[in-house]
């Protein structure tokens, strides 16, 4: 998709949304906001010598927004309004193998703002149970693991083996 364009700053301009939607999870308004080391890093490994061209990428609006929607189409992004691709029922029905134990925590990923809904990206997983469910999960993996376990009992020293076992006394 990057060779597609024929303009060093084009190109370098796509390479920059890729990176941030991967990173962020959503496109910038202004695809340019992103930190200059990563334009600077960007260019090099395009092989395009001046980073600043980049700056010419921007001057026709409507160019950042279909690049943003040929990014979409092409890496099979959806837009929030998608119900069917972003429902909880249908991500956890994607995830469910994976998700054993834990939760996707729709709630922690927007906000309302002046009457709109902002999107921070990404999605958050938590522990069913929250922190009560953490250390469940780290108990049964330890039992699991032939990890003996003892309430109560006072450890006074850890000893480490010479095959890097670690008991307490």
Known sequence: MIAQSRADS???GVAVQIRTVRYKGLFLEDPLAVPWPVVDYLAEQLGIGDASQVKKYAERPKT???????IRDAYGYHTFDDTNSWSERQLTRRFRTFLHGWRLMFERQAYESGGTWKFFGGLALGTVGGGKGLIAQHTAAAVASGVEIRYGANVTALHRSHADAVTAR
């Open 64 to 70: 950042t927004y279909e690049h943003a929607w040929m």
């Open 10 to 12: 084009h190109r370098l």
